[in-house]
């Protein structure tokens, strides 16, 4: 099969290409080849995004999200491959759950799912996980997510552990008793409007042990969904040291400030929280000078009934798989902060390269897995048109550039708009 006429991002740089796709595999590049397929004019092929931290929601929590809706959301944002995070029920802690998401995932057909397995059994932050067993069984990576492990010397093990099994520890970052409660970043509009506040703090110091830890035992570590300009700073500093570390942030991080608390959304209400202009700042600096390795959604739906509450009662989370693409290119292409390469590194890149995955860039003989994207089209998100079954999104109304208008996974199309 045959794409012509499209931007093709290959090498690091746009270049007008035609693309054979042989046995799932991107077998040439070049202009003019010969054979049935698909006219790309007017589009930019990116390699496949690889969102290295969603919640499918599946098993138990289906009134959420499945594999089935999560996959289609995934798709029709732009990714090829997904990674989902194990507090599911029953947790994901063992070489069986691990088996029922892959199986259920090649029933579903549209994406690429990779489990993450729980890093201690049913995310108890008591015994290690059997990581051996659900690396085997399809596990790229092992997470404590929604949470930390609160035992340094459990999570010193775990890294360890994981490391033999050519695995990383993801890490959620946020000391509890620090949190106690808080729902929103501590500041001026948690002041304003009454809602208990979180410190910077709270994430910092984690991700300061994590750090402490992975120079300590000279192994690598990933911090997940950094939103605070401290941490960023931590990582940089730690990465300037030689220090074994990556890390990721969200689009709602760098396009967002706690100023969007005032009305009290619930769908704004996310953990870590949405923090100050000087935290947005810094996520963009960051992700600019390479602190910031990805970006991720932190894809976390949820039903209407769990957001339709008191801000302090609703559940944390954004529905993020279907926007995340347009959000980052309008605040970080449009706005030159970012190259598209760049920006296709964070989003495909640099997730494939730290889990170890076949993908990430479109060269012959790689998967074929892209997506073709028309970057000048100016759409309005609207959550009532999201296949995902979370609505939860404080994007509503929003205009942003870049409409994903295929994607294709293992050379099959797999989203085609409309």
Request: negative net charge; contains cysteine; charged residues 25%.
């Given at each position: 099969m045959i794409f012509r006429n499209a931007e093709v991002l290959t090498g690091g740089k746009l270049q007008k290409a035609d693309l054979r796709v042989e046995n799932g595999k991107i077998a040439e590049i070049g202009k003019g080849l010969?054979?049935?397929?698909?006219?790309?004019?007017?589009?930019?092929?990116?390699?496949?995004?690889?969102?290295?931290?969603?919640?499918?929601?599946?098993?138990?929590?289906?009134?959420?999200?499945?594999?089935l809706s999560g996959s289609r959301a995934a798709v029709?944002?732009?990714?090829?491959?997904?990674c989902c995070m194990p507090n599911t029920k029953p947790v994901i802690d063992s070489k069986v759950v691990v088996s029922y998401i892959k199986n259920r995932a090649r029933e579903v057909n549209l994406c690429k799912v990779n489990p993450i397995g729980a890093i201690s059994v049913g995310q108890e932050?008591?015994?290690?996980?059997?990581?051996?067993?659900?690396?085997?069984?399809?596990?790229?990576?092992?997470s404590e997510d929604g949470k930390s492990v609160p035992d340094t010397k459990l999570m010193s093990n775990a890294m360890q552990y994981a490391a033999d099994f050519g695995l990383i520890c993801l890490c959620h970052c946020e000391d509890r008793s620090l949190v106690d409660g808080g729902v929103v970043h501590e500041g001026y509009y948690s002041t304003l409007t009454g809602l208990k506040g979180s410190l910077r703090a709270a994430e910092d110091i984690v991700i300061a042990r994590e750090i402490c830890l992975a120079e300590s035992l000279n192994l690598p570590v990933h911090i997940c969904h950094v939103s605070t300009y401290s941490g960023v700073q931590l990582i940089r500093e730690a990465k300037a040291r030689g220090v074994r570390v990556t890390a990721e942030t969200c689009p709602h991080y760098v396009t967002l400030t706690d100023e969007v608390i005032r009305n009290f959304d619930t769908n704004t209400k996310v953990n870590p929280p949405i923090r100050e202009e000087k935290d947005r700042?810094?996520?963009?600096?960051?992700?600019?000078?390479?602190?910031?390795?990805?970006?991720?959604?932190?894809?976390?739906?949820?039903?209407?009934?769990?957001?339709?509450?008191?801000?302090?009662?609703?559940a944390f989370g954004i529905s993020g798989l279907e926007t995340s693409f347009a959000l980052s290119y309008t605040a970080l292409v449009k706005t030159g902060a970012l190259t598209l390469a760049e920006l296709a590194q964070k989003m495909s890149g640099n997730p494939a390269r730290i889990?170890?995955?076949q993908g990430g860039e479109i060269a012959v003989g790689m998967p074929a897995d892209f997506t073709a994207v028309d970057l000048n089209e100016e759409w309005t998100i609207d959550s009532a048109q999201f296949v995902s079954k979370g609505k939860n999104t404080p994007f509503g109304g929003r205009k942003v550039y870049g409409k994903v208008k295929y994607t294709v996974v293992d050379g099959e199309i797999k989203y085609e708009e409309n």
């Open positions: 010969k054979g049935d397929g698909a006219d790309l004019s007017g589009l930019t092929v990116l390699p496949g995004f690889i969102d290295m931290h969603v919640h499918l929601r599946e098993p138990g929590f289906e009134k959420k999200e499945d594999i029709k944002g732009g990714f090829t491959q997904v932050g008591k015994d290690l996980a059997p990581i051996g067993a659900m690396k085997a069984a399809g596990a790229v990576a092992v700042l810094a996520i963009i600096e960051g992700l600019k000078d390479g602190a910031l390795d990805c970006i991720v959604t932190d894809h976390a739906p949820h039903h209407e009934d769990d957001k339709n509450v008191e801000y302090n009662l609703a889990l170890n995955l």
